[in-house]
């Protein structure tokens, strides 16, 4: 059973309902290790900027650690 709170009866088909949510939640496990393994949670600086290009620099590292580690 579906329960969805945040859309209107028959706004959008339960199967398709269905899909929409089953797919949520798989990035958690990526997030988590952004902000465990690679500092992602971290400010370094009281400016915007500086944060925002350590952030990208977070990711950076992680997609090139997810893609060379061995599987």
């Not at 579906?2 to 398709?16: D, Q, T, Y």
């Not at 089953?22 to 990035?27: C, I």
């Not at 958690?28 to 290790?33: M, P």
């Not at 500092?39 to 400016?47: A, C, G, P």
Request: hydrophobic content about 40%; charged content about 25%; glycine content about 10%.
């Amino acid at each position: 059973m579906l329960f969805c709170l945040n859309f209107e009866h028959g706004e959008m088909p339960m199967e398709e309902m269905h899909t929409f949510y089953a797919g949520r939640g798989g990035q958690e496990k990526d997030i988590g290790e952004l902000k465990s393994g690679f500092l992602f949670d971290v400010l370094l600086s009281r400016k915007y900027s500086a944060n925002g290009v350590w952030q990208q620099l977070s990711l950076l590292a992680h997609a090139l650690w997810s893609d060379l580690r061995p599987r």
